[in-house]
């Protein structure tokens, strides 16, 4: 993956599709599914909010004398499995789940605070290390997934809670 100075993507290189066809042609069909996709998306959010909520229970943990201890039980409290019925529901509860993790993202990082302290999410372009670190980190991630679902032969850009749109490698950032 080629990115400018700032962490911008520029390309990439890939080889040529192989896998197994057949196991894209369901993906497509799965993909097309509401239901269906709404199954499989629900599995990767909550894992999501699952591992959010086991991150900031560690640091309370580790490091409860150092924080606000109070404030990270409630935000990991909140942090549960909930039930979701359609894939918008799916993606509020995401959104309401990265809420509160960014919520006590600066208490999650303990060193080097004044050259890494955090307020809230930017993005396009990030104002501050810590965003910038992110926006990166979350490149070279989505980078690493499109390549490890190619590589098993899944349309890296066939969603199912990003929908497809032009240009976005949709299942590797449900992933």
Not at 31 to 47: L, Q, V
Not at 99 to 104: D, I, R, S
Request: charged share 25%.
């Amino acid at each position: 993956a080629f990115c400018t100075p700032r962490g911008r993507f520029l390309a990439r290189i890939a080889g040529s599709t192989s896998g197994n066809v057949l196991l894209r042609r369901v993906q497509y069909r799965t993909a097309d599914e509401p239901s269906a996709s709404c199954r499989i998306a629900r599995s990767m959010i909550f894992g999501k909010v699952y591992n959010a909520r086991w991150s900031i229970e560690r640091t309370r943990r580790d490091h409860g004398l150092r924080l606000d201890s109070a404030s990270l039980t409630a935000s990991a409290s909140h942090l549960k499995e909930r039930p979701a019925a359609s894939l918008e529901h799916l993606r509020g509860l995401e959104g309401a789940g990265a809420t509160l993790y960014f919520g006590q993202f600066d208490q999650l990082i303990l060193g080097e605070k004044p050259l890494f302290s955090y307020q809230s999410r930017s993005r396009r372009p990030p104002r501050d290390p810590v965003n910038a670190l992110l926006s990166f980190v979350y490149s070279l991630l989505s980078h690493d997934c499109a390549s490890a679902l190619e590589s098993v032969g899944l349309d890296s850009y066939v969603g199912f809670l990003h929908r497809d749109r032009p240009g976005r490698a949709s299942l590797a950032l449900d992933l």
